[in-house]
């Protein structure tokens, strides 16, 4: 398919605009420089190889994965630096983890003792050696320990044979976490056991760094597309967002409303004011319902509407659950389809 | 993997319990036994040959793809009769289509003439034929033609080398498309283009297809597995549920929430009031936020509440959604796994 034109392309289909998404690595990494900081992008809204070596050939210090799976799949595509922002619980994950930890460095994070100690029973067993950095619970409250807690894990891992370490994680580091992240620094000073790194992370939280100057690192995913959901948190601005879903028009019977072949299938079921993407050619069509292989568009606010036949390009509300829906992504560049990437780190169990 | 524990099966997985579907399949095809109706079960649900081969070897008559690229995988592996309920657009899909109309006995459906007119050009190109149907508008408008449209497009289609008319669609095929359905075939019978084929679908549809006495067969695919959505649809009950994800307990710092391994890239975002799946081991817990690998289960309402490395059950809200996002399938028995599915047309493009 490399060098013919996008019409070639069957519908749906995920284009990826790869001027744009050069562009978003050079200005993500850019911004990291000028902090100072270390630059680790989450390979979850891609979970392709070749997108990440882009990704380090820019200056990245190395990747985060969000599964051992994922992991394994770029540890064998040459990747030596993998973080797994992820407590990895169950026998045979931290199991398979450990045998990773031979052949790249690998960091994971914890929140509990319980976390530490399942990877710690497996990197003994393997007799590998795993990094490990404690996860500050944000205001979010997904996963992560308070401080003090923070404190009593580091203090476990040190003493532990097999693991290191490596220091502290928070997610999303939004400049309303310094206190906290400040306090446990602090407590960790105060044991002798100093956090190396103070990895941070979130679409947004880059856009703070600045202000939590601890930081030694950030990961962001998104950034290399972007999506409407982003553009909606004022993220970023849709000139930004790379990824389209190419959608035919399938049925045309209604007034003022078409049938893409495009649904929750294709563009996953996630909304931004109740819309289930933003069509590029009508900005004011409402993507307002989707079936697993149908989009419905309103088109009543539109002075046109499209007949069958005719494309449409959706960006996605969140590409990165959409690039997990599909098994091929395709680079296009001024009309032409310059890459066509498959999906290596999709669809895997665990 | 066959033959061990499901223990051994790493979370976030998709389990098939085997007795359930086999029932779920025996129970519909002697439902449309007893209506003395053809059964074309929908492979959307579950996109596995092995378990389209039940579903003909309990008396289905062939199988309802919604895409050519599916068709083309049921195809090659061995499928002689299939039928696509979907308006195939574009040169590249119809060319492809009237290919695989050389292998098997190919169906499609059609909503205007510019998607007959567009098969057409592929099946005499191809010198292939193409048997088309009619789809009928239903209540819910998604697609389909008016009863004057339908016989238009009717006499278009007999008219047309290549293709030959072979009746009318419905979907929803609802009891109360019984006054349209029945206008539409006395047209097509007084035009002298009799409908050979009256199809009808849909898991609430089946229900109520008694009352539908023109049905020459039925499409549908949820009932394989059934979900969440279906039984709150009061369509099935739990007990004919046969899809469960496997979830581990990740993280449990907070007083009465915990944090399983699966979130929206494993069990999809679709809700039932406002939750993302029923947990089968706690029927009061609320699973009532997903990330993309994070699932946030709120236990206030029950008596005890999982540890770390717990492992769950959850019964998703649409399992043919969930398919999609998984490459494997594990289909288990007695506590054992007894198959191991390849999703073999999942995450195609088109």
């Known amino acids: 398919m490399r060098g013919q034109a996008i019409d070639a392309l069957e519908t749906p289909s995920v284009l990826i605009d790869m001027d744009i998404m050069e562009r978003n690595i050079a200005r993500m990494q850019e911004r990291c420089d000028q902090l100072g900081i270390d630059f680790r992008p989450h ?4 979970k392709i190889p070749d997108i990440a070596r882009r990704q380090l050939e820019a200056g990245a210090v190395g990747i985060a994965c969000q599964k051992v799976s994922e992991a394994e799949v770029f540890a064998s595509a040459g990747f030596r630096d993998i973080q797994i922002p992820y407590n990895i619980v169950g026998a045979r994950k931290t199991a398979r983890l450990a045998e990773l930890a031979k052949q790249a460095a690998i960091s994971v994070t914890v929140d509990s003792r319980a976390v530490v100690d399942g990877i710690a029973a497996a990197a003994q067993t393997a007799g590998a050696h795993i990094n490990v950095l404690v996860e500050l619970v944000s205001l979010g409250k997904r996963t992560g320990a308070t401080p003090g807690d923070a404190l009593r894990l580091a203090q476990h891992i040190s003493a532990t044979a097999n693991l290191r370490f490596a220091g502290v994680m928070v997610y999303p580091s939004d400049a309303v976490m310094r206190p906290r992240l ?4 602090a407590l960790l000073e105060a044991a002798g056991i100093p956090a190396r790194t103070i990895s941070g992370g979130g679409s947004g939280a880059i856009r703070e ?3 939590l100057p601890e930081l030694t690192e950030m990961r962001v ?3 290399v597309f ?7 948190k ?3 601005t849709f000139d930004h967002c790379a990824m389209r879903v190419r959608a035919t028009v399938v049925s045309a019977n209604e007034a003022s409303r078409v049938i893409l072949d495009a649904g929750s299938k294709s563009i996953h079921s996630e909304t931004v004011e109740g819309r289930y993407g933003y069509i590029e050619e009508f900005p004011d069509a409402r993507l307002h319902q989707v079936n697993e292989e149908h989009g419905y568009v309103d088109f009543s606010a539109c002075a046109t509407i499209p007949a069958v036949g005719d494309v449409l390009h959706i960006i996605p509300v969140h590409t990165c659950v959409v690039t997990n829906l599909h098994n091929r992504l395709y680079g296009v560049r001024s009309g032409l389809i310059e890459q066509v990437w498959d999906v290596a780190a999709r669809g895997l169990v665990w």
């Open 182 to 185: 400040a306090e446990t620094l």
């Open 43 to 46: 390979i979850k809204t891609h």
């Open 234 to 236: 004022v993220y970023t």
């Open 226 to 232: 972007w999506d409407w959901g982003s553009v909606d």
């Open 221 to 223: 995913g998104t950034y």
């Open 209 to 211: 760094a600045h202000l």
